[in-house]
């Protein structure tokens, strides 16, 4: 069992920055961020292995950096140019052998 604990979203103005941290209580394979605006399926962001082969949505390529602290169990996400697309809820998100584990999410708002 991993257990996740997002922080860093808020509300911010098209063309600024904000960083998500997520926490696992573990060491896991792979983490990374989705996020699920309403009406909308919850989609991936970026991910990351433990070795560092990293996934990005097209949609973020550019303007997202995720990083990974794997002795703290920690992930990041640095989002920069950000529009009000971008809005949703992100999701922290962790691998472990057969187990997929989600965090609750926090809100990230980018007003126009």
């Known amino acids: 069992q991993v257990h996740l604990v997002e922080s860093g979203g808020g509300l911010v103005q098209a063309g600024g920055s904000l960083r998500l941290s997520c926490a696992a209580s573990?060491?896991?394979?792979?983490m990374g961020w989705y996020r699920q605006s309403p009406g909308k399926q919850r989609e991936l962001v970026a991910r990351?292995?433990?070795?560092?082969?990293?996934n990005y949505a097209d949609s973020v390529k550019g303007r997202f950096t995720i990083s990974r602290d794997n002795a703290r169990s920690m992930v990041y996400l640095q989002m920069n140019s950000l529009t009000p697309e971008d809005t949703a809820v992100y999701y922290c998100?962790?691998?472990?052998?057969?187990?997929?584990?989600w965090g609750q999410g926090t809100q990230v708002t980018v007003s126009s």
């Open positions: 990351m292995t433990s070795v560092g082969i990293t």
């Open positions: 998100y962790a691998q472990l052998g057969p187990g997929d584990y």
């Open positions: 573990g060491s896991t394979f792979m």
